[in-house]
């Protein structure tokens, strides 16, 4: 046992020792113990650098508002996680720690450099100094702030753990296992309802826990052995679920929260392997409790930041939890009642301790207890300065004057090799604020309290601010009831012996004999901004608390200013004579401490990192060398290289082969609508532009369909099955959006209409084949088919069988060639394909993917939704003025096709383009001018498809063009980074403007 | 994460609902012979108020129908859900 191990608890086991490793050089800590009082254990307190300055850094608390003993843990090895709390993490056998941001070592240290030139690096220094010359920037400043700003370091290799999420609900959901917690987790239960308490702690009781004290008592007995018979009847109720190690993360509105459980963290590394290491709980609770408790302020004065001083009620919990002392010559600087409990369990172990108090006196029992056992008080003292470099040596205090606003007399040196510091206490309203919730400040104890909002959540014990354990466990019992509507409780006449603090006194920042710019009275320890740098943004103009804080990095590092907030809230309050309640507080937002991301993300990594869709005919394209596109969440085959074909080469032997021969296309992926009802054809003429009354059954129309401001949304081959009966295709990607718009206008403006829509996208599988073989293919799959333009002509659709599956033709065309459509159910569509295949061989059917059937259609002019517009184009606008009915009353947007904007003769209007080079093929996106020499250069347009056509032997494109419906012959130019490409307006369709090819 | 209460489906999890904005702009019965402003007033013109408002939710990922609701967008607050065609509850 080494020396700081001066107490035997239960709550560690002294006969199991653990080793670790702590910026390479071994320790052994007890099983129970944490990093933290592992190292305080062997001594070690000085465990970081301060981000700005890099002075020396100490372990300063023990829980989750630690801000200076962060580590990287693991480091090497692919389970290493940065900005992992000391304060936190349950040590285990062979854990590897480092400190951070101290590079070369956090003994010697470079960047401590920065210390003495502090002077220079008042707040908004960064923003100030790495302004100019602009040339620096990218070459030294970005370098210089990159390097000396890291926090840690991310792992380099995947992480190898597993990580869940797990949905619940439940009637009464209670955060924080403190004494409050465990009161309403009992009453809950008690009382029938399903209940679930979590606790961030690998075990229940919050401070009390290690609260033995002869001035707390409850039922005659100490109030942790109270406690701890509590927390065992606790452990036998049946609908309760207790969850330790769990963290809440976020309270989002109608009670839902995020809470992450560790089950790994705390393991050796050989025992994580293969299990999951975290849980994401989300919870959807009827009531919600929140009993997180009060984090210890510190106190601002100067040089408050050395390594040995430390949050009084940490300095307690080393002692009397971890049996750890954390000095042998304390001093206890305080203002309140609450650290004389850390004195008396001291003084109580033969330790030695005495106080600075800024209160001029204090009549509670504690105070007299701690008087009794012989502690030396200094009434109306505060500390002036403090010295020793890597360990706090010695303090330095004055008196204070009557009004506290400075101090007087003589200094007075104290030696000390540990100062226990309570500047009174903050409840962790995160939650309560989180949730919606507001807040008042209440004066006497400069404490923002949760206000009630509703009867779905409530705040119990020290969050709510009640500090007195009397009012904690009266003031919970009472709340509780009357929030979960219960009459009696077992707590209804607990007896509660407590000594009461009386007298208060508060100063945000400490006076001092030394003028404030050479003071470093730090604030936020993390960030390393001090009060100094507070008052300087307050001079500079700074009036909001957000801007403050932004300025001056204050609340702003992973604590997210757990300790600082309150404290630059009251300097903003002084300096600038407001009072605080006024001022507001900065908003908490979620996480309250940082999540995983391999939590939030939980299952949903590698191949389940989003769906992915898959045609029935997908199998055949893997094995036919296909390579894909993701089309959203659909895979399409995009071309299929021949041997070591690149995208270029099939896609020119692709598209000739359509047009020479036959080619096929897997068209499953096509979004498709099954539309029934009476009125289906009533609705069909007012969402697509054209008219469809008089469509014969048995005929396929194109449609265009409009937004109501009049901008083309999607477009498709729309068949008419029967009188009342349609089929619907969209675009691949539009698919949803169309099915989800047709049913808001079904539901919200036209519920008279009959009619009904399916999604039948899934449910049939497309083959296409099209080519001047195409109608021989097809006889040889359906001979008793009758394919002449007689029976089957363009446009139109026939059912046919084969073998006894039923299938439906449609023949329409999407490449200008004569082209059938097949549908089948899906279970069918891979033997659809591969018959296709096997007849298609002698007339060499070539399977052709994503991006050949663009190119045929561009040479065609045919539009790709999403690709030749962009949701500024109307019909007028692509010059398809032919699909929009003169006659028809009404349709989704067509009085937006008149409106001023929409009839202006300039807008953007899609052409042809070709370039005077045929071998030049443009960039799609590229940008188009007319006249290059008038600066500034007006860009009329885009390219919005562009290809080298195989059929044609040479480059075309589509284009949006300001006026270019009056531009063709005309000649533009588009600049490229080093060299301007002539083109020509043309006309849109490249390849056989007769139409003869569809019917060859 | 809101609790919507579906009218057809009962409380489900917000994630499960997309928001169509603002409720009850009735689109004009003859848009043709509204002017370019009257038309330009039904196509963009939106309130979107600070406080109660009224709104269209559609529960897309479970019965698709399309639904009206009263929220607070101060605090999130529904104050209440009811059917398209459904007169909408006084303030
Ligand atoms: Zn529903």
């Known amino acids: 046992m080494t020396k700081f191990r001066v107490n035997k608890t239960k709550h560690v086991d002294q006969t199991k020792t653990v080793s670790f490793n702590f910026d390479g050089k071994s320790y052994h800590g007890f099983d129970g113990d944490t990093l933290a009082s592992a190292l305080l254990s062997n001594g070690v307190h000085l465990v970081g650098r301060s981000f700005k300055y890099h002075r020396p850094r100490g372990i300063m608390s023990c829980g989750s508002e630690e801000p200076n003993a962060i580590c990287q843990i693991n480091e090497d090895t692919d389970l290493t996680e940065p900005n992992v709390r000391a304060t936190e993490i349950e040590l285990y056998e062979g854990l590897k720690a480092s400190s951070q941001n101290c590079w070369p070592s956090v003994n010697f240290d470079l960047g401590g450099i920065n210390n003495f030139i502090s002077p220079f690096i008042p707040a908004g220094f960064y923003y100030k100094t790495f302004m100019w010359p602009k040339s620096f920037w990218k070459k030294i400043y970005e370098p210089l702030i990159r390097w000396s700003a890291g926090l840690g370091k991310s792992p380099t290799k995947p992480d190898p753990e597993m990580y869940d999420h797990k949905h619940v609900h439940c009637d009464v959901l209670i955060i924080g296992g403190g004494i409050s917690g465990i009161i309403a987790s009992k009453i809950a239960a008690k009382n029938n309802l399903r209940t679930i308490l979590i606790e961030d702690k690998n075990i229940l009781g919050g401070s009390t826990i290690f609260q033995k004290n002869e001035n707390y008592k409850i039922n005659n007995k100490y109030s942790s052995e109270w406690l701890d018979e509590e927390i065992a009847e606790l452990q036998k109720l049946d609908n309760l679920t207790i969850k330790t190690r769990t963290s809440l993360a976020a309270y989002h509105s109608y009670n839902y929260l995020l809470a992450k459980e560790n089950i790994s963290d705390h393991l050796p590394l050989d025992k994580k392997n293969g299990g999951i290491r975290q849980r994401l709980w989300k919870i959807r609770a009827d009531k919600v409790l929140v009993a997180t408790g009060a984090i210890e302020r510190p106190l601002v004065f100067n040089n408050n930041d050395r390594p040995g001083i430390m949050l009084a009620n940490s300095v307690k919990k080393y002692l009397d939890y971890y049996g750890v002392s954390c000095g042998f010559n304390n001093v206890i600087f305080t203002n309140n009642d609450s650290a004389y409990e850390t004195a008396v369990s001291f003084k109580e172990k033969g330790i030695s301790v005495e106080i600075i108090d800024i209160r001029k006196k204090s009549n509670s029992k504690i105070v007299k207890n701690a008087e009794k056992l012989g502690v030396k008080i200094y009434w109306n003292s505060t500390i002036v300065n403090t010295f020793g470099h890597r360990k706090i040596n010695s303090i330095e205090i004055m008196n204070l004057s009557e009004d506290g606003s400075n101090v007087v007399g003589d200094k007075n040196r104290i030696n000390c090799d540990c100062l226990a510091v309570s500047g009174g206490w903050t409840p962790m309203v995160h939650m309560h604020t989180q949730s919606g919730g507001k807040l008042d400040f209440r004066e006497n104890d400069q404490t923002f309290i949760p206000t009630e909002i509703d009867e779905s959540h409530i705040n119990v014990g020290s969050c709510n601010g009640d500090f007195e354990l009397e009012e904690i466990i009266n003031n919970t019992n009472k709340k509780v009831k009357n929030f979960l509507k219960v009459r009696e409780t077992e707590f209804d006449n607990t007896s509660v012996l407590n000594s009461r603090e009386l007298d208060k006194r508060n100063i945000w920042l400490l006076p001092n004999y030394i003028s404030e710019g050479k003071c470093k009275s730090f604030i936020d320890f993390q960030n390393d901004s001090t009060a100094k740098d507070i008052k300087l943004a307050l001079r500079e103009g700074f009036k909001s608390i957000e801007h403050v804080k932004r300025y001056t990095t204050t609340g702003m590092a992973t604590d997210q200013g757990k300790l600082s907030n309150m404290h630059a809230l009251g300097i903003i309050a002084d300096t600038a004579g407001v009072k605080m309640g006024t001022l507001g507080t900065t908003t908490f937002r979620p996480p309250f401490t940082p999540l995983t991301f391999g939590s939030i993300v939980g299952r949903s990594v590698g191949n389940f990192f989003d769906i992915i869709r898959k045609t029935s005919i997908h199998e055949w394209h893997i094995q036919n060398n296909a390579k894909f596109e993701n089309v959203g969440q659909w895979k399409r085959p995009w071309y299929y290289p021949i041997n070591d074909e690149g995208l270029h080469d099939a896609v020119q032997r692709e598209s000739k082969a359509a047009r020479d021969s036959a080619g096929i296309l897997d068209a499953s992926t096509l979004g498709k609508i099954d539309i029934q009802g009476t009125d289906a054809s009533e609705f069909l003429n007012r969402v697509y532009t054209n008219a469809w009354s008089k469509l014969g059954i048995g005929k396929c129309r194109y449609g265009l369909m409009l937004n109501e401001d009049g901008m083309v949304y999607d477009d498709g081959v729309t068949t008419r099955l029967g009188e009342n009966h349609y089929l619907m295709t969209t675009t691949t990607g539009g698919a949803a959006n169309v099915l989800s718009k047709l049913e808001d206008y079904l539901q919200t403006e036209w519920p008279e209409l009959d009619v009904y829509l399916t999604s039948v996208t899934d449910h049939y599988s497309t083959a296409s084949i099209c080519g001047p073989n195409s109608k021989k293919i097809l006889t040889k799959i359906f001979p008793d088919k009758d394919f002449s333009d007689e029976a089957f002509p363009h446009m139109s659709y026939q059912n046919a069988k084969i073998d006894e599956i039923n299938c439906r033709i449609m023949r329409i065309s999407f490449t200008g060639e004569l082209s059938y459509e097949i549908n089948i159910e899906s279970k069918y569509g891979k033997s659809l394909w591969e018959k296709c295949i096997e007849v298609g061989k002698e007339f060499k059917i070539t399977p052709y993917g994503t991006e050949t059937m663009h190119l045929l259609r561009a040479e065609k002019g045919f539009i790709i939704v999403g690709q030749d517009t962009d949701g500024t184009m109307t019909p007028i606008d692509l010059q398809m003025d032919w699909i929009v009915s003169k006659k028809k009353y009404d349709f989704i947007g067509k009085r937006s096709l008149y409106r001023s904007d929409t009839i202006r003769e300039d807008r953007k209007q899609l052409v042809g383009l070709l370039t005077d080079d045929p071998n030049e093929v443009l960039e799609e996106g590229a940008q188009i001018v007319s006249n290059i020499n008038k600066k500034p250069i007006e860009m009329i347009g885009h390219v919005t498809s562009s290809y080298f056509s195989p059929n044609l032997n040479k480059s075309i494109a589509l284009a949006v063009v300001k006026s270019g419906k009056k531009m063709n012959g005309q000649k533009l130019i588009v600049p490229m980074e080093n060299k301007n490409i002539n083109v020509t307006v043309s006309d849109s369709v490249f390849l056989d403007k007769e139409n003869k090819r569809i019917y060859a | ?91």
């Open chain 2, 1 to 91: 994460m809101f609790l919507i209460n579906c009218p057809y489906c009962g409380e489900r999890d917000q994630s499960e609902f997309s928001c169509g904005g603002e409720a009850h702009i009735i689109r004009p019965k003859q848009p043709t012979e509204l002017s370019d402003d009257q038309w330009a007033e039904y196509l963009f013109m939106r309130k979107n108020i600070k406080g109660v408002q009224f709104e269209r939710w559609n529960h897309a990922h479970g019965c698709r129908k399309w639904f009206n609701m009263v929220r607070d967008t101060s605090n999130d607050k529904i104050h209440a859900v009811y059917k398209m065609g459904e007169k909408p509850p006084v303030k």
